[in-house]
Each structure stands twice: as C-alpha cells, then as structure tokens.
C-alpha cells in the first residue's frame, strides 16, 4: 500500500490483507470507525463504518478485504470488510524512530516507540492529548478516553509509549505539517519512572538559581518553589516573590490566594524573556497563617529593561496614550520619556469606569514587570540577552492611580472662554456674532487637525489601513492575549504578483487604484475584528486574532485569493490582477512578532515560487524568505 502514489491508490485497487489491529478509535471526527493494522510488512490505516465488526478490539487478528484509497495525507484501506480470525495482542519491538525521522512522513502508520517525560494532560470530549518531552523534541500522543481512566498521574512521569506514528496535515493541500502518536491504551505505556507521588516532597529551590548550570539537570522534571503571592490570574497565572527574585507560573487551579501569602509551587521551568517561568504548575498553601504583602519597587522604563525585577511587583509612572478597544482585556498604551509600554488587566479580574482613565492622564501603574527580549539583536550578541519592551500585569483596577488630569485647557473650554469673554466685552451684537463664528472655525479646523494627525500616524494615506505601527502594536496585544487564553491565531502576507507591469502598462494612476481596491476586497474578505494593514509598496498584511480553526484560515486565505483575482476597470480599461498570500498559524506560545511575520514572508515567497495567484501555508520545511531564490522586480 505504501509503495503506491496518491494517484494510484485513489483508483481503488482492490486490497486484501492480515493483519493486527493496533490503534482502534470509534470517534475518528469524521464519522468513522478508524483503526491501524500492522502485518510483518509494516502498517496502514483503515477507514471503516461503525457496523464494522462488534467484536472488533485492540490486538484483533483480521483478514481485510477492501480497496485502496488516497486518504488525506497517505494511502490508505477504505471500503474494508472485516473479519476477526483470532486474538495475538499488540506486536513487539516496535522501532524507535527520532522526531526528524517522524516529520518525513517516511514512518506514516508504523508501530513506533517514544520515551519521553509527561509535561501535561489534556483531557478532551472523546481523546486524552499528553506532551511529551523527549530528547530530540516535544510531541503530543492520542489516546481513545476510557472511563475511569485519569491519565493526570503520569504529570512528570518518564514513560516509553508506543502507537502508530500518524501526521499532521492540511486537509485541503494534503501537506504534512506536523507528527503525533497514536497510542492504543495504557496497555501500550511503561512507566520507566513513575512521577513522585507528591511534588512538593522535592527540596526547595531558590528562583536564582533555576537557569543556572547547576540546577540545569533537574529542569527536565518538575522543580519545587516558594514564595510570597505577589499576583494572582485565577486559572491562567500566579506569581511568587522569593527574597528578591521573582517567578510567574502557568496553572489552571482557581483557588483564592492573598497577596502575600506564602505559598509552594511545583512545575516545569523554562526560560521566558531573561528569566525563569513556570508551566503545568501546581500550588498549595505553605501553611503559614501570615501574610505579608509585598511592596511594589517604584522603577524607571530604563531600570525595568534592564531585567533586574523580571517578574516583580513594580510602580512605573507614564502618560495614557490610548486604550485598546479590540481587547476584551484592559489593554493600556503608555509612554514614560522615550519609552512605550502596556499594562494589562484580564477582564475577569474587573474593569474600570469607562471614564476614569482618560487619555492624556499621567498614571502610576503598579503590577508585575515582564521584559520581551529582542530576538535578532540578542543572537547577534554573542549570547547576550537584548531587552526590546516590556509590560506591566496588573492585579486588580486598583492598580492604576491617576495623578494628574489631562490639561483642562481644550479648544472646547477655549471655544466658551473666548466666547464668554467677547459676549461680555463687545457691546455691538454683530461683532460679537463675528467673532464667535471665526473663534468656532478656528476651534473645529483645530479638532480637525487633531484628528486628520492621529489618523495620518496610524494608518496608510492611500489605502487608509492600517500602518505598520499600529499593526505591531495590535500584533503584541493578539499574541499576549493568546498566550493567556491558550488561543490561537495567524498572520497573512499579501503581495499582488506583477504589480510592476501594472504601473508600466497604465500608468502610477492606475497602480493607486489597483492598491485601493486591493485593499478594500481584502477588507471584506476578513473578518470585522481582524486588522488589515499596509506595508507599503503592493505588500499588505492581515492579523487574524483568536484563530484556531485551520479549516477556517485556509477559507480566509482562499477568500482573500479569489475575491483579489477579479480584473479591475480604471479609464475604460481592464487591469487583470492577482496575488500571492503567505499563511502562517500560530498557538503564540511559541513565536513572537517578529517571527510570524518573517514565517507569513516565506511563505509568501513559496507561494510566488509555485506559481503565483494561490496562498501557501508555512511550514517548518518553508525556506526563510532571504533564502529563497529572488525573482525579477517584473515578476513579483
């Protein structure tokens, strides 16, 4: 089955084979009963309806007879007919294939075997999801639910589990884009070391020291810490103060705890910015019956960027630029001298009065500090850490104190001022009038300049979409959101292929048009909440946030692609366009600003190099834009 192409198995060779049953999974998502089946060749899926076979199970001896199919990734058995010949149990010596071995796809279906430690469980409607963390790279296995089964005892177990090594794919594109294991039970795992039946038995130790070579073996398990409460997300994060250091962990516990309260922490450490974070955290109480709050350290953006009170309770002071309306967090834009930064408040912790903070306010923002490190910049250092920004986690609305009021000296309050003032003085009502309605223009072409500057600094003359300024500050927000509601989202780049052409062939006139009418068919071939924004040139770019439906993105992309293939009329005469778009998707646990976009560019650039006039969606197999082979200025 595995030596025919896609081409050859959608013609529907007939099949017949024996075979052990491996995986078997009555809930498939696709309405079928779906199964593996390995013989001393090797092993395939099996697509078959639910009357398949009643007795069918784990370990089933089986003679097949049915056809061949494409399948969606590989080829594969469909139309089977079923029978059970007997019962041999789940096969022995299973290979040991690496993670770049499995991403091949060379190993689709095989019965394969995986060691690794269990970072976290996911229980879902109908499979359990365990990471795990092996030596070459992270991996998910699928297990069928069983009832009664709590698979959360093996959070921090070194196991080996074997299953059937099975892609991940673009269903519509039929790519490989990512592999997990297929695991036919717990009859399938061994526990090569079981998790300790207690974390918190673990010796404590000091955040300092956890990203230090000395503690660097112990990080591949569970670390114990302790600490004062320093911040509280119920659900999404905690944060500890231990003496002087400070750490914030990921756990979905939404016990309540008092600012601090001496509590312990056990989870799984990683680097995050240029300090120690924790994920699949658990905590407890410590005990103590007192609390001791914690002092916010007032800073400077400039000591905040140096990282010294990473993950500390701080108070800046700054000026309200602007409020993140898009957000359903309070998402707040504040400038300090030359620096810009955000603080953030979830919307489950509250939400102040719509008029309390106004922009223009000087405000002092207490809550944990978290620096972002610049990617590039700290690689091209020699290993040294390079802040870019940084952001402020608040607590509660509390947090933020106005100390000052916007200047109460508006063209509003000049406008009755002066109006006042010349009604008073003037004793001839016509002059008075006069005056008025020159003070009125004067004050509305005012508030129109105003307005007509703050719209020129955030969005494209043109095309009237969005900059690239307001488009990086949307993008940090989406990915921050993501980060703590577990979301997903994507990023597509959009380029018109020949735009050149169209500029040497009608002219730079009908070169703005093509750009403005490109812009508002990518406007409504997106959702409301999605941005669109203009690099410039002919390159555009559309954030799509709180996506995860893949289905879902490749229709917006597809959308996006069609819509843009219409010919466009400018003086009488038709201009033929198309584009090109480069997808890329994100969980944004994992990326940040800087690398969607550059992802989005490869792609992008895979999507000129295949043809032009389609989207393509980035994998890790795309080559980086740079190293593409650039195509001719005439041809883009």
Request: aromatic share 6%; proline share 6%; glycine share 8%.
């Amino acid at each position: 089955m595995h030596s025919l192409t896609s081409e050859q198995a959608a013609r529907g060779y007939p099949v017949h084979l024996r075979a052990v049953v491996t995986n078997l999974d009555p809930d498939s998502g696709d309405g079928y009963l779906a199964l593996f089946a390995r013989d001393a060749s090797g092993g395939i899926y099996v697509r078959a309806g639910h009357d398949s076979v009643e007795s069918l199970r784990n370990g089933s001896l089986v003679d097949v007879r049915g056809i061949s199919g494409p399948g969606e990734y590989a080829p594969i058995v469909a139309e089977p007919r079923i029978k059970v010949i007997g019962f041999s149990g789940l096969p022995a010596n299973p290979e040991r294939p690496s993670m770049t071995r499995l991403l091949t796809g060379a190993e689709d279906g095989q019965w394969v075997e995986v060691e690794g430690i269990v970072h976290s469980v996911f229980e879902g409607e109908h499979h359990t999801n365990l990471k795990l963390e092996t030596a070459d790279a992270p991996i998910t296995v699928v297990m069928v639910k069983e009832e009664g089964q709590h698979l959360s005892r093996f959070i921090d177990a070194e196991v080996r589990i074997r299953g059937n090594a099975a892609p991940l794919f673009d269903v519509s594109r039929r790519h490989m884009i990512g592999a997990n294991i297929h695991c036919p039970g717990l009859s399938a795992v061994d526990v090569v070391r079981p998790a300790p039946a207690d974390p918190f038995t673990q010796p404590t130790i000091p955040v300092y020291r956890l990203l230090q070579w000395d503690t660097a073996p112990l990080l591949a398990h569970r670390v114990h810490v302790q600490g004062r409460v320093s911040l509280v997300w119920p659900g999404t994060s905690v944060c500890i103060r231990d003496g002087l250091q400070g750490i914030c962990a990921q756990t979905d516990q939404k016990e309540n705890l008092r600012n601090g309260e001496l509590i312990d922490i056990a989870g799984f450490v990683s680097a995050e910015g240029g300090a120690p974070a924790m994920s699949g955290a658990e905590f407890r109480s410590s005990g103590s019956p007192f609390a001791v709050p914690i002092a916010a350290t007032p800073v400077t953006p400039e000591k905040a960027l140096l990282g010294n009170h990473e993950f500390q309770l701080v108070q800046i002071e700054g000026q309200l630029v602007s409020r993140d309306l898009a957000s359903a967090d309070t998402v707040l834009l504040i400038t300090s001298g030359k620096f810009v930064f955000t603080a953030i408040l979830p919307q489950a912790l509250g939400s102040p009065d719509a008029t309390a903070w106004k922009n223009g306010s000087v405000l002092r923002v207490t809550g944990i500090c978290s620096v972002q490190l610049d990617p590039e910049r700290s690689a091209a250092g020699m290993g040294t850490a390079v802040p870019k920004t940084f952001r402020i986690l608040m607590r509660s609305p509390s947090d933020v104190v106005v100390i000052q009021k916007p200047s109460w000296w508006t063209p509003t309050h000049a406008l009755v001022l002066l109006a006042f003032g010349f009604t008073a003085t003037l004793a001839v009502l016509a002059w008075v009038v006069v005056l008025r309605k020159h003070v009125q223009q004067q004050a509305d072409l005012l508030r129109e300049s105003e307005g007509l500057f703050r719209h020129m600094a955030l969005h494209d003359a043109l095309t009237g979409l969005a900059s690239r300024v307001l488009l990086q500050d949307r993008l940090n927000v989406a990915l921050e959101s993501a980060r703590r509601h577990r979301t997903g989202l994507a990023v597509l780049m959009v380029d018109l292929d020949k735009f050149k052409d169209v500029n040497d062939t009608f002219g730079h006139q009908a070169g703005d048009e093509v750009l403005r009418v490109t812009a508002n068919r990518i406007l409504r071939a997106v959702r409301k909440a999605d941005t669109v924004a203009r690099l410039g040139g002919d390159e555009f770019v559309v954030l799509l946030p709180e996506l995860t439906d893949l289905q879902a993105l490749e229709k917006i992309a597809a959308n996006i692609v069609e819509s843009l293939a219409v010919p466009i009329s400018f003086a009488g005469r038709e201009m033929p366009v198309t584009v090109s778009v480069g997808v890329c998707p994100s969980g944004a646990e994992e990326l940040d600003a800087d690398t969607l976009l550059r992802n989005a560019d490869s792609a992008l650039y895979q999507a000129k190099a295949s043809g032009r006039n389609r989207f393509q969606l980035f994998t890790p197999d795309t080559p980086p834009a740079l190293a593409a082979e650039p195509l001719p200025a005439s041809r883009r």
